[in-house]
């Protein structure tokens, strides 16, 4: 199937070769896969084992650690290429790469040196911690704390919706931890990361007293990759585990990393939405109604022509975000704006390629179910479409304030 819409313009020759060699990774590897380990909710062990050849989870790390030290661009069209093989997929790397960038960005020499190769080669994966039970959206009500003891902390406390809980060996962990505040400073002056590596797997964790990852949470969709719950009782991190040597730092290193996360968020809805568009124009010239396929009709046009165009303006956006944080530039307000209108236009697209269907949409045997289903978590992912609306619109209130 030719590809017309979501092209990028100005890629080097390396890019392109990249987009290539994922495109066909997917194309071969995922694909012909996805639905099937995603109705069982199995882990893709050979699709990670293939993407760590690749050198995917060492996409954007320097190279001077091993990796490739390609651009955010860069990773985010390879994300799309994922996302649209099979959106869990992109999930795997997503938060490996979120605790890689902040690592790379606000981590200590030493934390680089020692972390950064080795995820470079896929062989220690990552997962980050911020969400708990109770708080949701309002991160300044974490409870989980770091109290000092001696030379490093002891943490207690409840985390949730860790993405790769179960298969990571090391979380990045924000916890409260009120050393050098006063009572009444803001809470997010009172927040550290802590890097704990662990071993892969459930229950109690042998190489860390006191952390248990309880199970896999069942999910209507996003399934294959474990999303889990962290629980942490008395567990000892010792002083240079704190990311960046110094606390109190880690709600704006967490804020960095959901940021660039948000583009890939964005990425993920871009692909996941592309690939509905193309199950729907293939679906749709194939099923025949009133003696002529029902892409003659024009009811099923207007619907393509929709779809394609939702399709084109979310991958622009996306691509602009991630140029913009390239450049050096900040780019919440761009980030935003880009997840926010890609996993808007991902859910209706996929629910108009679901229609296109008809009842054939609703059997398992077809791809567009799982899309169907896959589709809702990226509404809640890295922010919901309200807290990207807060950013937007206080962001717009800056840029556009009257003076006076």
């Not at 987009?19 to 882990?43: C, G, M, Q």
């Not at 992109?90 to 020499?109: D, R, W």
């Not at 010792?238 to 290193?253: H, K």
Request: one cysteine or more; proline letters at 3%.
């Amino acid at each position: 199937m030719a590809d017309r819409l979501a092209q990028t313009d100005g890629l080097t020759d390396v890019q392109q070769e990249i987009l290539s060699t994922v495109r066909s990774f997917v194309d071969k590897e995922i694909l012909p896969v996805a639905t099937e380990l995603e109705h069982r909710d199995e882990y893709p062990t050979d699709i990670v084992e293939g993407l760590k050849d690749l050198g995917i989870f060492g996409l954007m790390i320097p190279e001077e650690y091993g990796g490739l030290g390609e651009s955010l661009l860069t990773y985010a069209l390879t994300v799309e290429e994922i996302a649209r093989g099979w959106m869990s997929v992109s999930g795997i790397i997503n938060t490996h790469f979120i605790v890689a960038y902040m690592i790379k960005q606000h981590g200590t020499q030493e934390q680089k040196e020692y972390f950064l190769p080795r995820m470079a080669a896929g062989e220690l994966r990552g997962a980050f911690s911020m969400s708990e039970p109770g708080l949701g959206s309002d991160v300044s009500a974490i409870r989980t704390k770091g109290v000092r003891d001696g030379d490093g902390y002891v943490v207690n406390g409840q985390k949730m919706w860790l993405t790769n809980g179960g298969s990571s060996n090391l979380v990045a962990v924000l916890c409260r931890t009120d050393e050098g505040q006063p009572e009444d400073a803001p809470a997010h002056r009172s927040m550290t990361t802590f890097l704990i590596e662990k071993e892969p797997g459930f229950g109690p964790n042998p190489a860390v007293p006191g952390l248990t990852v309880p199970g896999k949470i069942d999910k209507m969709g996003y399934k294959g990759v474990d999303t889990t719950e962290l629980v942490l009782q008395d567990v000892r991190v010792p002083a240079d585990r704190v990311l960046g040597g110094t606390s109190g730092r880690g709600f704006y290193q967490m804020m960095d990393g959901v940021e660039v996360g948000r583009v890939n968020v964005a990425a993920r809805g871009c692909g996941v939405a592309r690939r509905a568009f193309e199950l729907g124009i293939s679906y749709a010239q194939q099923r025949h109604t009133f003696g002529k396929a029902i892409a003659e009709h024009q009811a099923i046009q207007f619907k393509l022509a929709e779809m394609a165009t939702k399709v084109e303006a979310a991958h622009q956006m996306m691509v602009n975000a991630a140029r913009k944080k390239d450049s050096g530039e900040r780019n919440d307000l761009e980030a935003g704006m880009a997840k926010y209108l890609a996993s808007e236009f991902c859910k209706e697209v996929v629910e108009d390629a679901f229609r296109i269907h008809g009842g054939y949409g609703f059997s398992k045997e077809y791809e567009i179910e799982r899309l169907y289903r896959e589709a809702p978590m990226l509404l809640i992912g890295e922010g919901t479409a309200e807290i990207q609306k807060m950013i937007i619109g206080r962001r717009l209130l800056e840029e556009y304030r009257i003076q006076g």
